[in-house]
């Protein structure tokens, strides 16, 4: 784990990326001290107001902007046609209930190397929120603590090697404009998309969202062409990658989707989407292809995540056109003993011997400690969470009037706890348990 210099913050994502686990090493998430803005990039600093900032943006149409490091308090950036915005290692943007981190309708805008937090957007938008603007470009940022979405992209839009996590309601919306222009309502058209090599984790984790509309990881609405690869969509309640009401060129290709609350990867009156080499791992279902012709659901690993379901009905979009056609379903690899294979008779299992009148003892032990200020001020109504090594939360409890918590009844082995109070830089701390442990906080004011 590392920290940022100057803005203090700590990263979780780098302490554990679930991928790692399943498939080796993988591009780092997230903003990366090694990138910078070129010689004769337009400066903003922290102490810069709204006002300042629009100014400087309005006076420098397509040029690129430097974001220095340090902390920006409820800033928002309303960026022009062609504009590039890049932090400097340690650039991060405090909502602080201000609506956006970047809104525009303007195209063709790159933004990299921030962290943005804390922002409070409308209903329906994100964080960073390209408002049906085509062509934005996000990579290695970090965005999370939004009260709605984290980004919400649209056509032609590119999001790489970035941390979503901790949303209110959904980590990821990209819509397709086909839907909103009239005679190009359900076109193959749309300009190529990309999300990939990205974190999209624990978002929607208090249920805001509703997750039958639209809550959770990922989510495609009316979008063509866009290709969803080698991303990790993690622990999201609700679906783990959702496409709905596409027509053309969709590609799901070489993700991890793992311990989603609904279906890892579920197609949705989509049509022409290719599911290929995905590994699915302790979702509560595995793919689900609904209504949709013309789709390959192929080389995809699942495990402990149901299996492959389809099904059709009627639907009023479109004249109802939209039906279950040409399905294809190869060469996909179902790891689940609790799931029976289609169409097969289960068995009755073989007897086994009772059990012990008086199960044997199991050792348990207990984590505590204090979340206080680093000036030792001791932070009351903190809630604390005790999480797995795979960031499944176990418990959560909040500190009394002395900042002080415990969790009690724990087996040995590794745990990750997390404290993220408002007005203080968020941390994640790993502790081994052995015995009775004590492991204390020390946050940093924003």
């Known amino acids: 784990m590392r920290t940022l210099p100057r803005a203090g913050r700590r990263l979780r994502f ?85 609506a956006y981190a970047f809104r525009s309708k303007n195209n063709n805008v790159t933004i990299q190397n921030i962290v943005a937090y804390g922002y409070s957007p409308i209903q329906l938008a994100g964080t960073i929120h390209a408002d049906m603007a085509t062509g934005w470009t996000i990579d290695h940022v970090e965005v999370y603590g939004s009260k709605v979405r984290g980004i919400t992209l649209y056509d032609g839009g590119k999001l790489t090697n970035s941390y979503i996590h901790d949303n209110a309601v959904l980590g990821v919306k990209y819509d397709g404009l086909a839907g909103y222009s009239g005679p190009l309502k359900w076109t193959t058209q749309g300009l190529p998309g990309l999300i990939q090599n990205n974190r999209i984790s624990h978002n929607n984790p208090n249920k805001v969202g509703d997750t039958n509309n639209e809550a959770g990881g990922l989510k495609l609405w009316e979008a063509n062409n866009v290709t969803i690869a080698d991303n990790t969509v993690d622990t999201n309640v609700g679906h783990g ?37 995905n590994n699915l791992v302790l979702n509560k279902s595995g793919i689900y292809v609904s209504s949709s012709a013309n789709v390959t659901v192929k080389n995809n690993i699942l495990s402990s995540s149901g299996t492959v379901t389809s099904s059709n009905y009627t639907r009023n979009e479109d004249n109802g056109g939209w039906k279950l056609v040409n399905l294809v379903v190869t060469n996909n690899t179902v790891n689940n003993a609790t799931t029976p294979t289609s169409g097969s008779t289960p068995t ?38 005790l999480y797995d090594m795979n960031w499944k939360v176990m418990a959560t409890v909040n500190t009394d009037s002395q900042g002080r918590y415990s969790f009690g009844s724990l087996t040995a082995g590794s745990y990750r706890l997390g404290v993220y109070p408002s007005g203080y830089v968020k941390q994640d701390l790993t502790q081994v348990v052995d015995g009775t442990e004590t492991l204390n906080f020390s946050l940093k004011a924003n």
């Open 14 to 98: 780098e302490s554990l990326d679930p991928r790692t686990m399943l498939a080796g090493t993988t591009a780092a998430v997230g903003p990366q001290a090694n990138i910078s803005a070129p010689a004769g990039a337009v400066h903003i600093t922290p102490s810069m107001t709204d006002a300042q900032v629009d100014n400087l943006i309005y006076q420098n149409p397509s040029k690129t902007f430097l974001l220095e490091a340090g902390t920006y308090h409820k800033i928002t950036i309303a960026p022009t046609t062609g504009q590039t915005f890049i932090g400097a290692y340690g650039a991060v943007m405090s909502g602080e209930g201000a």
């Open 241 to 277: 990658i959702w496409l709905d009401t596409g027509r053309a060129g969709n590609v799901v290709k070489n993700n991890l989707s793992m311990s989603n609350t609904i279906y890892g990867i579920f197609n949705e009156i989509t049509n022409g989407t290719t599911i290929d080499g």
């Open 348 to 385: 009755t299992p073989p007897p086994t011997d009772p059990p012990p009148t008086t199960p044997p003892p199991t050792s348990t032990y207990a984590i505590s400690g204090t979340v206080k200020s680093t000036t030792g001020t001791a932070l009351s109504g903190v809630k604390v969470y």
